[in-house]
């Protein structure tokens, strides 16, 4: 989800930090042991080339693999003006990884018998267009057909005002005004309105705020302390590094932030150490059925959207491992895990590029040697 106006360049000669973090695997720091140090340097070496590759001013590189102390690799600069050097204890904006964490909330609710993934839309929100026709299932998967909510109306009203609180139900109302963008089940078409909608339902079947619902069922359960989801347009605890766009002449553009346009679709915002535990459970299904999980994992394709190579339901797939990924305001993501092997990788970048998400094409790059820390 990308909604500056900027764009940013930035060739960045970074200094590059090896750091401990917490351990996320299970075992003790005594039954750990360091990341062998020539696959650290390859780490190192391909970071830095994506980097200047893509003129990012600073990323932070996360592996935490069972067996071995977690790992972080922080290069560049959280922000440039500063001259502020990233470090590996930043709240990052999560973005569109949020998805993966309400989508979990449908299917945990699914599990326990408050709602059926083959609900229609209408019986939760009033006035979708094919309510009537679109299922919990098909939201989750993205191929209801929903349409956007990022619309020229709703850019109007957030140009003449940033600082905009919007609610959910205000964001959706955006949507609702434009027809189907396609009959439901037609084809994978990744939409933020879809979890906006299912952000709504989990309020409704919950009967509590959003936020409550996921401390309680999500982020308690896992003891992730560091990750929240922000009530306001700047309430971002912690410190955080400043994202960048590029602009038309290449000059790097610090982005403002309001987490409220994202709402249950892209508002979180965390640790690389919580997502690093994130991750792991979101690959192996840890807060759900087992039959639940593996459907979750039959994905297929997106025609339009982020690059997986096949998204399932609040869940996509990357080189084999499982995961999700999130961009906006000058900030993109990636957490990817290996159910298999438990390996996970957590990328964030302080850049948002329009033609490419970086952390993506440096996932892949080191997804084959992730594979082999087992």
């Known amino acids: 989800m990308t909604f500056s ?94 998805k993966s964490f309400t989508v979990t909330l449908i299917l945990q609710l699914a599990d326990e018998g408050k709602l059926s993934l083959d609900d229609t839309i209408d019986q939760y929100v009033a006035g979708v267009p094919n309510g009537d026709q679109i299922t919990l299932r098909q939201l989750a998967e993205m191929t209801s057909g929903v349409p956007e909510y990022t ?24 949507a609702v005004a434009e027809p189907a963008m396609f009959k439901p089940g037609k084809k994978a078409v990744y939409v933020n309105t879809s979890t906006l ?9 919950e009967g509590r705020p959003f936020p409550e619902a996921l401390q309680r069922k999500i982020l308690d359960p896992l003891e992730l302390t560091e990750t929240g989801y922000p009530n306001s347009y700047d309430d971002w605890s912690g410190p955080h590094p400043t994202g960048y766009q590029p602009d038309d002449a290449g000059d790097l553009t610090a982005q403002d932030n309001n987490f409220t ?26 807060l759900l059925d087992e039959d639940t999980q593996a459907a979750r994992l039959q994905g297929q394709p997106l025609k339009e959207g982020p690059e997986y190579d096949s998204y399932g339901q609040g869940i996509g797939e990357l080189s084999g491992f499982i995961g999700h990924t999130g961009e906006g305001f000058g900030h993109t993501v990636l957490v990817m895990a290996d159910p298999e092997t438990g390996t996970t990788a957590v990328i964030n970048m302080n850049i948002a590029q329009a033609e490419k998400h970086v952390p993506t094409t ?3 790059e080191l997804a084959q040697p992730l594979s082999t820390l087992s």
């Open 5 to 98: 106006r900027s764009t940013v360049a930035l060739a960045i000669a970074g200094l590059l930090l090896l750091t401990g973090c917490a351990n996320t695997s299970g075992e003790s720091e005594s039954e750990s042991q360091a990341l062998p140090a020539s696959f650290v340097q390859d780490v190192r070496t391909t970071t830095a080339e994506v980097m200047a590759e893509y003129d990012v001013p600073g990323a932070v590189v996360s592996i935490c693999a069972p067996g071995y102390a977690d790992t972080v690799i922080t290069e560049g600069l959280a922000d440039t003006q500063a001259a502020t050097p990233m470090t590996a204890d930043l709240v990052w904006p999560i973005r569109s990884q949020t």
């Open 151 to 174: 619309t020229e109306a709703w850019l109007k009203d957030y140009l003449a005002d940033e600082t905009r609180n919007f609610t959910t139900s205000e964001l959706i109302d955006y």
């Open 197 to 205: 909608l299912l952000g709504q339902v989990v309020e409704e079947v």
């Open 261 to 286: 346009v994202f709402g249950p679709a892209g508002a979180m915002t965390s640790t690389v150490s919580d997502m690093c535990r994130w991750g792991l459970a979101l690959a192996t299904g840890e």
């Open 362 to 364: 440096l996932f892949r």
